[in-house]
């Protein structure tokens, strides 16, 4: 029997009203709808809250993580010669490497310990110096020029931090290292220091050093 409407309990409808007990027999067959708890709604409305703050949360801190993941891979370090073409400011350093022949002794294993000269710095010399230094005939006085600027070893800024030293160079000669006020390298000053590579570190120098 279907579900008693309005008409069929309304006495007021046209129709004759049912008995009491004809009424409660209907609604006896009538289909039981049974209404979920509050208590269980707010259960799984609560566990999809949180499910969705989950993943919310997750997503976000993905997407925070990309641009210190990318940095990390960009700032991956490669060899002292890679560092070097990278930076953009070592253009004469890098072409004085190459005709000294000393790129793959700088992408050696190492550590060393190089003291790199700005493309200014090289500048700053007289004129003529950079052209004579590069031609074929007088490369053993480039290669003496280019090693008395590294050093073997490792040397990062705070191992050297408030003190003197006189280190020896692969040239054969020693440099003066003085860093009670800044880092003077004979007399050049350190602009930049703790350039990390995979074989070594760089040290930037505003000035040529040259030995005696």
């Not at 279907?2 to 409660?24: E, H, N, S």
């Not at 110096?129 to 280019?146: F, G, H, I, R």
């Not at 003085?178 to 074989?199: C, F, L, R």
Request: aromatic share 4%; charged share 20%; glycine share 6%.
């Amino acid at each position: 029997m279907p579900w008693p409407g309005k008409r069929d309990l309304d006495p007021y409808q046209g129709a004759a009203p049912q008995t009491a007990a004809a009424q409660i027999n209907d609604l006896r067959e009538a289909p039981v709808i049974h209404p979920r708890p509050a208590s269980v709604c707010l259960g799984i409305n609560n566990k999809q809250q949180e499910f969705q703050t989950m993943i919310r949360r997750t997503l976000l801190a993905a997407a925070a993580a990309l641009p210190f993941a990318f940095s990390a891979i960009a700032a991956k370090a490669g060899d002292i010669v890679d560092t070097a073409v990278a930076a953009d400011d070592f253009n004469t350093l890098v072409a004085a490497v190459q005709a000294a022949d000393l790129v793959d002794v700088l992408k050696g294993d190492g550590p060393f310990t190089v003291f790199a000269p700005t493309d200014a710095a090289f500048a700053a010399l007289p004129e003529g110096t950079v052209e004579d230094l590069l031609k074929p005939e007088n490369k053993d006085q480039l290669v003496a020029v280019l090693t008395y600027h590294v050093v073997p070893g490792k040397i990062m800024s705070g191992d050297i931090a408030g003190n003197t030293a006189m280190v020896e160079t692969v040239q054969g000669s020693k440099l003066s290292v003085d860093a009670t006020e800044g880092v003077k390298i004979d007399e050049a000053n350190v602009v930049t220091a703790d350039i990390v590579a995979d074989n070594g570190v760089i040290h930037v120098i505003d000035a040529v050093v040259l030995p005696n």
